[in-house]
């Protein structure tokens, strides 16, 4: 049962674009939301959280949207550099729960 | 400033081995989360630990895993006897406080282990 999914495997960007990685979840207790970014060879690094009592938080490129009627978050990276190629997680948890549940990942390509 | 520190990062066991991976949390952070990640897939949660207690282990497969975060020294997952399918990433991670309502976990590094 996978309570969040992530279904674009891989997205293609032309650099300078805005890359638009989504996320949707089916456990209506997820409070809190979080994107990782992970490299080859390394563990995942935080970028940007999300709290349910909010739609939206921004952190210099980066910004995540959270629709909790259509159980959907998004992050937005603009503009994309060659840096942000990687692979990007969503996770999310429930209040009062100690784990984070992941999606499978989606890789970003960004093109020069 | 060190973050989550990991070792061995790669470890190589023949079927039936034993593997410890050892996992020391951020500066000032109690709790440590180990997470797993098979190849194409997302990380999967395994256990949560505070120092001397397992919180929540509802993701530690029943036979052959076991988990511990002593008084002194590293937190150690143990997978005894391992197979093929044990091959896979694991990451550690540890946050100053439970990871929920804005508490973020931060990432080591991972130990990737091979079963050949």
């Known amino acids: 049962d996978q309570q969040v999914k992530q279904n674009s495997p891989s997205l293609s960007v032309q650099e300078g674009r805005i890359s638009i990685l989504n996320c949707d979840y089916t456990n209506s207790m997820f409070d809190y939301f979080l994107w990782y970014k992970k490299y080859p060879a390394e563990g995942p690094t935080f970028l940007i959280s999300?709290?349910?009592?909010?739609d939206k938080n921004e952190d210099g490129r980066f910004t995540v949207f959270l629709n909790k009627s259509a159980k959907h978050l998004s992050l937005h990276i603009v503009p994309s550099q060659p840096g942000d190629s990687a692979v990007y997680f969503c996770?999310?948890?429930?209040?009062?729960?100690?784990?984070?549940?992941f999606g499978q990942g989606t890789r970003l390509t960004i093109n020069p | 400033n060190a973050g989550v520190m990991q070792n061995p990062r790669h470890l190589v066991r023949r079927r039936g081995q034993e593997a410890r991976l050892r996992c020391s949390p951020m500066?000032?952070?109690?709790?440590v989360y180990w997470y797993r990640q098979l190849p194409e897939e997302g990380l999967k949660f395994m256990v949560y630990?505070?120092?001397?207690?397992?919180?929540?282990e509802s993701g530690m497969p029943k036979e052959r895993f076991s988990a511990e975060f002593p008084k002194e020294g590293p937190s150690i997952l143990r997978i005894q006897q391992v197979v093929r399918g044990d091959s896979a990433a694991y990451f550690c991670?540890?946050?100053?406080?439970?990871?929920?309502?804005?508490?973020?976990?931060?990432f080591g590094e991972g130990s990737w282990l091979t079963v050949v």
């Open positions: 996770a999310a948890s429930e209040e009062g729960a100690q784990k984070l549940v």
């Open positions: 500066k000032g952070h109690s709790h």
């Open positions: 991670a540890s946050s100053p406080s439970m990871a929920n309502s804005g508490n973020t976990i931060y």
């Open positions: 999300i709290s349910s009592i909010k």
């Open positions: 630990l505070q120092k001397e207690n397992i919180i929540d």
